[in-house]
């Protein structure tokens, strides 16, 4: 259904520590020692691209360096539960560029697994009851079976209730399953897509398919309801710890995330701080990332937005950036950098069945 | 638990169908409504299942025929006659009817096709088949249906584009719409799609829907048999939910969710 739009800015409260300080502090300094302070208390995250890459390549290898550029301690998570959560809203077998590729989680799985974590795969399909025929329809069924990972439809599994914290749509708290409650880390794996409502889809929004259809419905229509944008900010703000990384090998453009046209990109793009990394994710596609309304909410709050505060590592932004599609409609333009991307109307793409 | 009610009383094995009942009725809300799992109380989209459940508990050959269980019922079917999903004016970015009226997964959400279905299931059970709602359901149902058959959870074109369809709700769907009278052909090219989309690869859930949804149309599968086994060997997810669709599509049209269909009624 059509989601609603609203300022988001002024429906999110700014309640974490961090904009307390940067409050009582701008007032102690007055409005000319604000940005001044704010850069110093901004915090740095590192985002790591490579780029190249291929499904029958080395990924297990590239997602290791991109693991270890971004901080993450190989140490910490000996003993640790990681749960990896891929994007499979709707399988097709029509449309392989609109789901996560198995041999990006599998890659993932055994990197984590060799530095002793214990590693599960969980998705909770946002469109589709049939959570067998998700994995089925994506090829990720097999491939984790072969590899022996073990599969969690979060659509279907107990529940825990966590409070909202993000507050910025009216929720007052998620019932997130029992996998997710209990993973020392997420891991955060999507692929790159438009998104038709809100622009981008990757890291952040994601995470719409850890909350359960069995509670939430099918679609998620609760969270449409709270807004898209809000409810995205909210979520994230209310899990574990979860880093991210994104398929961005062949990605989707034009009417994403479930119709748009393949996109092919060569990249992953990997970070410890999802909200750095969807803020890069937008600059590599077109869009401005303070633009994107999920993304100006989680600015500062879960992350850091502006180029400045994200260390890159890697390739470099600005040399794999390829402007993608979008429809041309009014709420997407106003999130387009320069170079902009062309702007399509959505079309039924040529040879595509229909069933 | 509503379903494997229904498979157990499908194969004749009315006690134990009735155990399933009676712990259906320990759950039922003061309200009439029940939620998705006993320490769950919300949302109460399972309530049209269970008054499957307990229609079926009531019928002949069954331990406690004849009303055991209709004071159940008439609350359950209360509570559903008090739930509606939330309409939206008509909108040029979506291609389906949203001031048609059905019900939603959680209150306070729009209609969507599946809690649709299964409540139109439960008014056509119990005798409502001419309620409004159910008139109108019905109709949401249709329009929810692609002009070249089939439907997704309940969204058709979105800001210009045409989706996908699936198997899945589109067997639900036209299992609801048993004995339903559609000019714009829209169940008979739902009952090709469904067709043309079966196979030995359809995993358990799909493939049950899909066969039950052809099966209230009067129309089979050669293989099905040899599907059912395959996708019972291969299941992997929500084992008595997928067991119990399986073995209810493994009826074929002796189904009880088919019969209950096509239980007469007029308006109420």
């Known amino acids: 259904m059509t989601p609603e739009f609203t300022d988001v800015d002024a429906a999110a409260p700014r309640t974490d520590r961090r904009a307390v300080l940067i409050g009582s502090g701008a007032a102690a300094l007055g409005l000319l020692g604000y940005p001044l302070l704010r850069s110093a208390l901004a915090d740095r995250a590192a985002v790591f691209i490579a780029r190249r890459q ?7 290898e590239t997602i290791r360096a991109g693991l270890l550029a971004s901080g993450i301690d190989p140490a910490g998570l000996r003993g640790r539960r990681v749960l990896i959560k891929p994007n499979l809203v709707e399988p097709s077998r029509l449309v392989a560029h609109m789901t996560t590729h198995p041999a990006m989680v599998l890659a993932a799985a055994e990197v984590f697994r060799r530095w002793g974590a214990s590693v ?95 509670k939430y419905g099918w679609p998620k229509n609760v969270l449409h309801h709270a807004g898209i944008p809000h409810t995205v900010f909210d979520i994230n703000a209310s899990l574990p710890k979860t880093i991210a990384i994104v398929d961005g090998i062949l990605c989707m453009e034009g009417d994403g ?9 060569g990249l992953v793009i990997v970070g410890a701080n999802p909200t750095a990394v969807d803020a890069t994710c937008a600059r590599i596609i077109g869009l401005a990332p303070e633009q994107v309304s999920y993304l100006r909410l989680s600015e500062d709050r879960l992350g850091p937005l502006a180029d400045r505060y994200i260390t890159q590592r890697g390739e470099r932004w600005q040399d794999v950036a390829s402007p993608f599609s979008m429809l041309d409609r009014p709420h997407l333009r106003r999130l387009q950098a320069n170079p902009a991307g062309p702007l399509i109307s959505a079309v039924w793409p040529a040879g595509r069945a229909s069933g | ?17 009735e155990r399933v009942a009676r712990r259906l009725a320990a759950l039922q809300a003061g309200d009439g409504s029940l ?38 019922i008439d ?25 048609l009226e059905g019900w939603s997964w959680v209150e ?15 008014l056509k059970a119990t005798g409502r088949t001419g309620h409004p709602r159910a008139r109108q359901a019905a109709l949401l149902l249709v329009d929810r249906m692609f002009a070249s058959g089939g439907c997704n959870y309940g969204n058709t074109i979105v800001l210009g584009q045409r989706l996908l369809p699936h198997v899945e709700p589109s067997g639900l769907a036209l299992l609801a719409l048993a004995g339903e009278r559609d000019e714009r052909r829209r169940i008979a090219a739902s009952l090709d799609y469904v067709e043309a989309n079966l196979s030995a690869a359809t995993t358990s859930m799909s493939l049950a ?22 996708a019972a060997r291969k299941r992997r997810g929500p084992a008595a939910h997928q067991s119990a669709l399986l073995v209810l599509a493994a009826l074929g049209e002796d189904c009880p969710l088919v019969r209950l269909a096509l239980t007469p009624g007029g308006p109420a």
């Open chain 2, 75 to 99: 609350r359950a079917v209360a509570w559903i006659l008090s739930t509606r999903g939330e309409t939206l004016p008509k909108a040029p970015d979506l291609g389906h009817d949203p001031t």
């Open chain 2, 108 to 122: 306070g959400t729009h209609s969507w096709i599946e809690p649709t279905a299964i409540n139109l299931l439960a």
């Open chain 2, 35 to 72: 939620g998705i799992t006993a320490s769950q109380r919300d949302p109460h989209w399972p309530t049209g299942l269970a008054v499957l459940a307990w229609s079926v508990a009531d019928e002949p050959g069954a331990r406690q025929p004849g009303g055991f269980w209709q004071a159940n």
């Open chain 2, 1 to 17: 638990m509503a379903l494997a009610a229904l498979a157990l009383a499908g194969h004749q094995r009315h006690a134990a169908a």
């Open chain 1, 120 to 214: 599960e795969v969980g998705e909770a399909p946002g469109h589709v009851r049939d959570s067998e025929s998700a994995l089925g329809e994506s090829g990720l069924g097999e491939a984790i079976e072969s590899a022996g990972l073990p599969f969690a439809d979060l659509n279907y599994e107990e529940v825990a209730w966590v409070p909202n914290g993000g507050r910025a749509s009216p929720l007052a708290g998620f019932y997130f399953p029992r996998q997710v409650v209990e993973a020392d880390l997420i891991v955060s794996m999507p692929k790159l897509k438009t998104h038709h409502w809100v622009g981008l889809t990757a890291a952040l929004k994601n995470m719409y398919g850890v909350i359960p259809g069995i």
């Open chain 2, 209 to 230: 829907h899909g066969l039950i949804g052809l099966a209230a149309h009067g129309r089979s599968m050669p293989r099905s048999s040899s599907w059912l086994e395959q």
């Open chain 1, 257 to 265: 995330p479930i119709m748009g046209s393949p996109k092919p990109m």
């Open chain 1, 54 to 60: 291929r499904y029958d390549g080395p990924l297990e």
